[in-house]
């Protein structure tokens, strides 16, 4: 069985089906058979999780198992001590409220590769860099926090899921790594 890290590129589709004008997962990985265990949106890039076990990519991917995801989220203005205790707390996204989570202000991962296509920059509005980790994980929660808060978001890397990050696990975008799924239960 298999476990796959695998580094999603910005504007690749999370699914193995053709896309019309997109790459997808099936552009990069040649494994028959496995499936995303959670997905990112095309505007997003990092980590994501495949396997070929039915179980193991409900216990990744369920909320209710309560597996931790931090994203390094890189957005528009200067973060305000206000912001970020609005955006550690249950947030009201209208559809509905987040839970709490962990969000701090960081500077610029070291490891972090460019993006292509470059991030827009806007000379006269500065940006800063927040790592968010949650439990969550609904369609573009992340984004939609920001923005909320005043704080939109210009790029979203997902560094981590549970016990795997890529800044223990530096592959490029594109890049993937099969660790088996023995080791989802060793670090778990």
């Known amino acids: 069985?298999?476990?796959i890290?695998?580094?999603?590129?910005h504007g690749v589709m999370s699914q193995f089906s053709a896309?019309?004008?997109r790459a997808t997962l099936a552009d990069f990985l040649p494994h028959p058979d496995i499936y995303p265990?959670?997905?990112?949106?095309?505007d997003s890039e990092g980590l994501m999780l495949l396997t070929n076990n039915g179980k193991l990519q409900h216990e990744i991917s369920h909320?209710?198992?309560k597996k931790q995801k931090t994203y390094l989220v890189q957005v528009e203005g200067m973060a305000s001590a206000e912001q970020m205790k609005q955006l550690r707390e249950p947030l009201d996204l209208g559809d509905f409220t987040t839970l709490g989570c962990r969000a701090a202000r960081i500077e610029t991962p070291n490891w972090l590769w460019e993006r292509r296509p470059p991030v827009r920059?806007?000379?006269q509005i500065p940006?800063?860099?927040?790592?968010?980790s949650l439990i969550e994980g609904k369609n573009r929660q992340v984004r939609r926090m920001t923005a909320a808060v005043g704080l939109p978001t210009l790029r979203l890397?997902?560094?981590s899921i549970g016990p795997f990050s890529l800044a223990t696990h530096p592959l490029m975008p594109g890049e993937w790594l099969d660790v088996g799924e023995d080791a989802w239960h060793k670090v778990d």
């Not at 890290?5 to 590129?9: C, H, I, T, V």
């Not at 265990?37 to 095309?42: E, I, N």
Request: charged residues 20%.
């Open 127 to 132: 940006t800063c860099w927040l790592a968010i």
């Open 63 to 65: 909320p209710e198992n």
């Open 37 to 42: 265990a959670g997905r990112l949106d095309a």
């Open 121 to 123: 920059v806007r000379a």
């Open 19 to 21: 896309h019309a004008s």
């Open 5 to 9: 890290l695998f580094n999603k590129p």
């Open 157 to 159: 890397v997902r560094s």
């Open 1 to 3: 069985m298999s476990l």
